[in-house]
């Protein structure tokens, strides 16, 4: 058995003593129950590295108070009877104790008890339009089960640390290719680091870029997921309206706009209103952030779902300057579960991530890197996305029509054209509130668009995410949806 306990040559107390009221306060609470076997004196001295004689007496004392007891051939056992007296440990914490102990949390720790900082967990519904989820039930999971199989048979090195924290060699070159067909993204396998999602990049960028009280400018509205990461790491945030073209770029050259370090952008698909950001608004962006000497984070979440129209070349690949991070992630077209994403990076910048993504976690996971690296290199990337985009246009379709055959010019259907989700916006005279509460309540989930903004939210916008659900639910949650709003 083993019994891990702590003992410490350098103080006065004798090691017998220790070993006695180590195992004493390991029974009082709890953590050795009664008739629970004790390690051997010789194992446990082995373990300690102190001498057997030594631990005999610790146990010596412990049998002559009553904590222990020993059967001929068995060993020795904590007490089956010990007295309750004995046994009247300190309650656990309440957790409202925990909160309020004495010890001091950093800045960091302190802006995570910030109540705009937490995750709000989304109510479980029996049809729920959250965004952002992949139709899990069309992943081709027996490949990817073969693909893990092939590389945990023949490669034990997918056990070890990586003398490359940049992540997988074979699988940065299979990004970047993908990169620059798919993305006219603009790089080479030696500016890519591999991340857990997009989200530790966002982290990474914030602490390696921002010191606290920087200004970080973002799309009003834009993703919570990065602005928490920016506000969690001091920085302050400048709110930019977007309109049908996505972010107004003159909004950045006012009177009252401050020295900003970096910009957040989600160009292929405006996070949440599905705008894309239209080619003469890209070069001013550039241009701007050339000027202004701003880097550029370029979010490309889910570029890959566009619907009847060509795909827009990302930010990157119209870049000159090194002005543009770009974020990538496998959450949307794969699965969020695998925690899989890249960065872009100019070149000077490579190192410093590469190390802080060392100190962050060592290296993402290398089974799953290589399973990956398969799964692009034999083309089911690419298939599975060809396949998941035909197969949401269909889905976006039955919602388009669903909503306007139940609301008809009650609802207008914005940045329906690109993503897993889109935005409604719809002229009632309920509240956002009463809309998700009554939706609940019809087995519905549905998010309200106001949490995304920063500046005031003009309310009665909801964002309707579909990739993950059939058609036949898609309509019967519109159906419970217009009874809660048209019935009201
Ligand atoms: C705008 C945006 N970026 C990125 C992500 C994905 O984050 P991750 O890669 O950390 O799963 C999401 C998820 O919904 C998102 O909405």
New binding site residues.
């Given amino acids: 058995m083993d019994f891990v306990i702590t003992i410490n040559s350098h103080v006065h107390t004798p090691l017998h003593r220790q070993v006695y009221e180590e195992l004493r306060q390991a029974i009082l609470s709890g953590r050795l129950a009664p008739g629970q076997k004790l390690p051997s004196t010789r194992s446990l001295a082995q373990s300690l590295s102190i001498s057997r004689a030594t631990v005999t007496q610790g146990y010596e004392q412990l049998l002559s108070e009553g904590y222990l007891e020993t059967t001929i051939g068995s060993g020795t056992f904590v007490c089956r009877q010990l007295p309750d007296d004995l046994l009247q440990t300190p309650p656990i914490e309440s957790t409202s104790q925990v909160t309020n102990s004495p010890i001091s949390l950093s800045a960091y720790g302190v802006s995570l008890t910030e109540r705009s900082l937490f995750r709000l967990p989304e109510p479980e519904a029996q049809i729920s339009f959250s965004?952002?989820r992949p139709a899990f039930d069309k992943f081709p999971l027996h490949v990817w089960r073969q693909l893990l199989s092939r590389h945990c048979r023949v490669n034990t090195d997918v056990l070890d640390y990586t003398n490359n924290s940049m992540g997988d060699q074979r699988l940065r070159e299979a990004i970047a290719a993908y990169l620059s067909r798919s993305r006219a993204v603009k790089c080479s396998a030696e500016q890519i680091i591999i991340i857990?999602?997009?989200?530790?990049?966002?982290d990474l960028i914030t602490r390696l870029l921002i010191n606290r009280g920087d200004w970080i400018a973002v799309e009003d509205p834009?993703?919570l997921?990065?602005r928490r990461a920016f506000l969690a790491n001091g920085a302050r945030l400048f709110p930019v309206s977007v309109d049908e073209s996505g972010l107004l770029v003159t909004n950045l050259t006012t009177d009252i706009t401050p020295k900003i370090k970096l910009i957040y952008v989600?160009p292929s698909h405006q996070?949440?209103t599905g705008a894309l950001l239209s080619l003469p608004r890209r070069l001013e962006l550039l241009a701007w952030a050339h000027k202004s000497e701003a880097i550029i984070i370029e979010?490309d979440?889910?570029s890959e779902y566009r619907y009847g129209q060509r795909p827009i070349p990302a930010l990157q690949g119209l870049d000159h300057r090194n002005s543009v991070i770009y974020?990538g992630?496998?959450?949307?077209v794969l699965f969020?579960a695998l925690?899989l994403?890249y960065l872009v990076l100019p070149h000077t910048l490579v190192d410093v991530f590469t190390r802080a993504k060392w100190l962050a976690d060592r290296q993402s996971s290398l089974l799953e890197q290589h399973a990956l690296t398969d799964f692009i290199n034999e083309g089911h990337l690419e298939r599975h996305i060809r396949r998941m985009r035909s197969l949401y246009d269909q889905r976006r379709q039955t919602l388009v029509k669903s909503l306007a055959a139940h609301f008809g010019d009650k609802v207008t259907i914005i940045g329906e054209n690109a993503g897993m989700h889109l935005m409604v916006k719809i002229n009632t005279t309920l509240s956002d509130q009463e809309i998700v509460q009554g939706a609940a309540h019809l087995g519905v989930g549905i998010n309200a668009a106001h949490s995304y903004y920063l500046k005031t939210s003009p309310g009665s916008e909801f964002v309707l995410g579909y990739a993950e659900l059939n058609e036949q639910k898609i309509q019967d949650g519109i159906d419970r949806l217009a009874q809660i709003i048209l019935n009201s």
């Fill in positions: 965004y952002g857990d999602g997009s989200q530790q990049g966002l834009g993703y997921g990065a989600t996070f949440p979010d979440y889910d974020v992630t496998f959450s949307k969020p925690r994403g």
